[in-house]
């Protein structure tokens, strides 16, 4: 039998992860066996080793949503993928807590509905930084909850003439925002520190301003006043985005959606934030976004260009023992980078 190794995390907060052996993973209906290649790093992997997770009520756990390698094996009804093929797939261990779904191993269970094929101009490092900010960016633009957008083909779409206002562009869920609401024939205005105002602007963006600039929310204001402004999407999530979009919506008077990626509990009159999770995309409600954008989308985009692995991978090193290495840098901050770990 083929032997599973995995990082395990001991108990909630448990630093540093465990090497042990892990169960190689049995694919039911719709769900395939990835070897892995590359994973990624996101902080939620540091915030939960750092803050717990009471949600998950089944240690010890294994983290990770980001990966990236080959398909090994396919469970009943899968029509996508074969044996051998290169595949990219978001892990929703951190809903199905089932750590078999989890990324830090060498063997995962994925999901073919939030999985889609790597075409060969794509490494597997480059791949590994999608799953997570492809499936949260996609519930923040497409859900009818969120900002209700039409999914687009992999062609893009021409222009709407609508706007939207999308904070932390140069983050790895920024980023993705970007490509998919552009795609989606939106005009697109953006954050990001001075050194990354070509990457945001290479994947589209119309305007960029410094969110440590005096004049952001002033410049911010001016860019989409006047526009046909659909919503705004906080990329970062934290208490000075969250203040910066807030003053932005009241000096706009805009009565449009704001997406977040973390929850926020202090609404206001014209700033409610509604908050989104990538494993949103994991339910069967949501099906038909999830279809929309790994099977009919990401390969193709990826493809023809229109979907860029961004930003780009850095790779920390090599082997399960690295993740913990990895973990530990992107919790003392990164910029426009993606730290992967290959195996």
Request: proline fraction near 7%.
């Amino acid at each position: 039998m083929t032997q599973n190794r995995a990082a395990w995390s001991t108990d909630p907060t448990a630093h540093p992860f465990s090497i042990q052996d892990a169960p190689y993973p049995a694919p039911g209906h719709g769900e395939i066996v990835i070897k892995n290649a590359a994973v990624a790093i996101n902080p939620s992997d540091w915030k939960i080793q750092t803050y717990g997770a009471p949600w998950l009520k089944k240690w010890p756990f294994i983290l990770g949503t980001d990966v990236a390698g080959v398909v090994v094996d396919i469970g009943p009804g899968v029509t996508r993928f074969t044996n051998g093929q290169r595949a990219v797939a978001y892990c929703h261990n951190l809903g199905s807590n089932d750590p078999a779904h989890s990324g830090f191993q060498l063997y995962t269970l994925a999901k073919e509905i939030t999985a889609a094929a790597i075409p060969d101009s794509i490494s597997f490092e480059e791949a590994s930084v999608l799953p997570q900010a492809l499936s949260t960016a996609a519930a923040g633009l497409f859900l009818k909850e969120s900002l209700d957008l039409p999914v687009p083909p992999a062609t893009g779409v021409a222009p709407t003439g609508k706007s939207i206002l999308i904070w932390g562009g140069a983050s790895s869920v920024g980023a993705t925002t970007i490509q998919l609401a552009v795609a989606a024939g939106l005009t697109v205005i953006t954050t990001a520190s001075a050194r990354n105002h070509e990457l945001v602007t290479g994947l589209g963006a119309s305007a960029v301003f410094d969110y440590k600039s005096p004049t952001v929310v002033g410049d911010a204001v001016s860019a989409l006043a006047d526009t046909d402004f659909v919503g705004v999407f906080d990329a970062i999530s934290e208490p000075s985005s969250f203040e910066a979009v807030r003053v932005i919506l009241d000096q706009l008077k805009a009565d449009v959606r704001a997406i977040c990626a973390l929850p926020y509990n202090k609404p206001t009159e014209r700033f409610a934030p509604i908050f989104i999770s990538s494993n949103f995309l994991t339910y069967d409600s949501n099906k038909h976004i999830a279809e929309g954008i790994w099977r009919d989308f990401t390969s193709e985009a990826l493809e023809n260009g229109r979907l860029k692995p961004k930003p780009d991978p850095e790779v920390v090193g090599n082997g399960l023992e690295v993740i913990q290495t990895a973990v530990d840098i992107l919790k003392k901050g990164v910029s426009a980078k993606k730290l992967v770990v290959t195996l």
